[in-house]
């Protein structure tokens, strides 16, 4: 079925004057073979006249093949994949607001990780969108590139087409859930892009200045985690919106078995929790309730984001899960909310022990003879 759903994309025509766009790909010691393959598929699958500008934000890397090999390669592009360097180490999310700053000349910043492989056709779904609204968000349908044969795998999961909008449950853990049929009565085909309250957040589109309107990225969220969830809130929450588009395809490599990442430098504190107090509003109570260990964590000064906020009559949360994200609960029902909080010890610990070993005592007593 996903398939067939597929091969109905080529029965679309896309304006011939779409947006330009500069593609943003940060890398931190990334290997050379991926970092290429990402490279040379977005300039062969991308018409020239829309592709202004590739620009590489080189993380802070120690590899060598990622240094003068690197500027040398790109030198046969004449100029179109630019390479710079950050001076310390930044981390994904910094990285990125940094990329979109060095990114001066496609009317859309487009981010992709550094270990992807773009399909055929995929700039004009993923762009028409934008050219339409320029508030709208769009995100590619992402599939699955094996890390060891390099064999591409659709999308699974969702619903019957392979759908899925992005989700979370109160831990804030990126879930899947299949599109509602409310979403499906939206549209008048399976190709069309949906709605979905958030992204993964690695590959996504969105309109340079609307960008820099929302602000970039959180100046507080760094390295990698709840970036997507924290762009995908402010898009919906401040005016814009979020659409998949199932006719712009991307494979992407996930991480292999054992491979546990990049260790983030010792300078660099983040915290989960300076998300849900700037975006979630009342809701956030049901994060605690879920991760009860975050609520002493750190989040720094959010006082410039709430003020953003109320700067830019941004929505409540309230209205975006009973508006956008109104199938969540469904699928993750909220927890009941932490009564108490506090810290157990051992001598309060055992005295409730002891008072409820009495207590049973004298209840069993009363309803049982002795």
């Known amino acids: 079925m996903v398939e067939l759903v597929i091969s109905r994309c080529k029965y679309w025509h896309y304006d011939e004057n779409l947006l330009t766009s500069s593609v943003i790909i940060v890398f931190h ?21 829309y592709l202004a500008e590739i620009v590489m934000i080189d993380d802070y890397s120690n590899k060598e093949h990622l240094k003068s090999r690197l500027d040398n390669y790109v030198k046969q592009w004449n100029g179109l994949v630019k390479v710079f360097r950050n001076e310390r180490r930044e981390g994904l999310i910094q990285a990125r607001s940094i990329g979109a700053q060095k990114a001066k000349v496609g009317q859309v910043l487009i981010y992709l990780d550094a270990h992807c ?3 055929i056709n ?22 699955v590139i094996d890390g060891n044969n390099y064999h591409i795998i659709p999308q699974g999961g969702g619903d019957e ?36 309250p958030a992204m993964a957040g690695g590959l996504f589109a969105i309109e340079r200045d609307f960008f820099f309107e929302l602000g970039l990225y959180d100046p507080g969220l760094q390295i990698w985690g709840g970036e997507n969830f924290e762009i995908s809130y402010k898009i ?7 659409l998949f588009t199932p006719c712009s395809r991307v494979g992407h490599i996930y991480r292999l078995h054992g491979w546990q990442g990049n260790p983030p430098p010792v300078y660099v504190g983040s915290s989960p929790t300076l998300v849900v ?31 953003f906020r109320e700067d830019h009559n941004c929505k ?17 029902p ?19 022990m002891w008072n409820s070993f009495i207590i049973g005592n004298q209840l069993y007593s009363t309803t049982h003879d002795v």
């Open 29 to 49: 010691n990334e290997g050379w073979s991926t970092l290429m393959r990402t490279v040379h598929s977005v300039i062969k699958r991308t018409p020239r006249k």
């Open 117 to 119: 492989e773009v399909g």
């Open 122 to 143: 995929w700039y004009a779904p993923l762009i028409a969108p934008i050219a339409k609204d320029r508030t709208a968000c769009t995100v590619p349908l992402i599939d």
């Open 161 to 196: 087409d392979g759908y899925a909008r992005g989700a979370w449950d109160w831990s804030m853990l990126w879930k899947r859930v299949p599109l509602t049929k409310r979403e499906k009565d939206i549209r008048k085909t399976k190709t069309e892009p949906y709605r979905s």
């Open 236 to 242: 919906w929450q401040c005016g814009g919106k979020l």
């Open 277 to 307: 107090e700037v975006w979630w509003d009342e809701y956030k109570d049901y994060f605690y309730a879920s991760r009860p260990e975050t609520k002493a964590l750190a989040y720094g000064d959010i006082s410039e984001l709430k003020k």
């Open 316 to 332: 409540s949360f309230k209205w975006f899960m009973e508006e956008i994200a109104y199938d969540i609960p469904a699928h993750y």
């Open 334 to 352: 909220l927890p009941p909310k932490n009564v108490d909080w506090g810290e157990v010890s051992t001598a309060s610990f055992l005295f409730y």
